[in-house]
């Protein structure tokens, strides 16, 4: 018997993380992948086992909602919902996740299973705040998945026990599990008369005590340029080397507005992928700003750079397309709906975690929704390192988690 077969939130992530959901940006359907379905539907049948109401998964577009009724009749008005997405991230793969749990940290080195990757603090010295708790860790090949499947084990298992402790006040709760966050469009065909909910958190944040309501304003663009070939003996005056201007628009955007070199409510422009020959290149890139102002500033200096070259270069050299994806939270939580932080911290409190206020430094689904009406700070997971093969998260902290939740919604709206 191990230390954790017994605890329903951790059995419930180790079960979650070995279904592989890995969403896919580069598809246009919805979902960007079928097989975020699998975990969908267990999730559905998982929670009419529990006696959850309202259960209904969407076959189309793989959505999860369900429904636990109030059992104060005095705040039977408003209805909450808890959040999480079911995909994974595309930095690293999520399939065959083969999770290992170290008890006892020691506050040393972690070997990832035989591939050589050591979990080190050196490199990770946050791990030294888990000496004596139990970290659940990949092999070395996989990401993890507690981004965000951890939020669902918590939310399920919360659910679990509310149903089965029907002498505990709580308004309407509403569940709901969506695809394709990490794609950013976790929204994009959520139902809302479904999901009938006045407020929201999503429980998609990192280590425990994580309280967040401010996110980027954010924006992606692409950067296409023209040049023009001819053969290099004869080029002189000639010929317009596409691969080339590519490289002079980003040197043109700020050295240190990029991500490795900012922090905190800094932004950036962030290049993820350059291709291209001397007659067509292209760039992508990622805009992101916590400050609307300071946003909108990066978004016309793309412009700027695009119409510096084209004087350069000819008109139509270069073509910048920029389209915002979503915008900073905060405006929509603050100062009416700041009950939602106040309820947050005191439940953290009741059960013990020290809460800490921060900024997100990306977005979630709840960012979009605040916007769509439904105010939804980000609640913390209890992970680490997401999105890739040093992901990790502390199995006490998803219980202590659990049990925030459960407390969370006794608090009146």
């Not at 969403?23 to 992948?33: G, K, Q, R």
């Not at 065959?96 to 080195?109: A, F, L, Q, S």
């Not at 149903?163 to 929204?187: L, Q, W």
């Not at 980027?216 to 596409?242: Q, R």
């Amino acid at each position: 018997m191990g230390r954790f077969d017994d605890s329903e939130v951790v059995q419930r992530f180790l079960r979650y993380v070995k279904i592989d959901t890995q969403s896919d940006e580069e598809s246009s359907t919805a979902p960007t992948t079928e097989k975020q379905k699998e975990l969908g539907r267990l999730l559905g049948d998982e929670l009419r086992e529990i006696g959850a109401k309202d259960v209904y998964f969407d076959e189309k577009f793989g959505y999860v909602y369900a429904k636990i009724p109030a059992t104060d009749g005095g705040r039977e008005n408003k209805t909450l919902a808890l959040i999480s997405h079911m995909d994974t991230a595309a930095e690293a793969s999520g399939k065959d996740v083969k999770p290992e749990i170290i008890e006892d940290y020691d506050g040393g080195d972690i070997l990832l299973g035989n591939s050589g990757l050591i979990l080190s603090p050196g490199r990770f010295p946050e791990l030294k705040a888990y000496i004596g708790q139990s970290l659940i860790v990949t092999d070395g090949t996989t990401l993890l998945g507690a981004d965000d499947k951890a939020g669902v084990a918590e939310i399920m298992t919360a659910a679990a026990y509310l149903i089965k402790h029907p002498a505990i006040p709580h308004g309407n709760i509403s569940i709901c599990f969506t695809p394709d966050e990490e794609t950013g469009r976790g929204v994009d065909h959520i139902d809302e008369k479904r999901l009938g909910a006045d407020c929201a958190y999503t429980v998609d944040g990192g280590a425990i005590g994580e309280l967040e309501y401010e996110n980027f304003n954010a924006a992606s663009a692409s950067v296409k340029v023209h040049g023009i070939t001819v053969h290099p003996g004869e080029a002189k005056n000639k010929m317009k080397n596409a691969a080339r201007i590519a490289s002079e628009f980003d040197r043109m955007l700020p050295l240190n507005e990029r991500p490795e070199y900012t922090e905190g409510y800094e932004g950036f422009f962030h290049l993820i992928k350059m291709s291209g020959t001397a007659e067509e290149a292209e760039l992508s890139y990622l805009i992101r700003d916590h400050a609307k102002e300071l946003f909108e500033k990066k978004k016309a200096l793309l412009k700027a750079a695009e119409s510096f070259l084209n004087s350069k270069y000819g008109e139509g050299t270069v073509k910048v397309t920029v389209e915002d994806s979503y915008y900073n939270m905060k405006e929509k939580i603050e100062p009416e709906n700041h009950f939602l932080i106040e309820n947050a911290k005191s439940a953290m409190k009741e059960v013990g975690i020290a809460c800490r206020i921060q900024p997100i430094r990306g977005g979630t689904d709840g960012a979009r929704l605040s916007f769509m009406g439904i105010p939804c700070p980000n609640l913390c997971t209890g992970g680490h390192n997401f999105h890739g093969r040093y992901e990790y998260i502390c199995a006490e902290s998803m219980e202590k988690i659990t049990e925030m939740l459960i407390k969370l919604v006794q608090y009146p709206l």
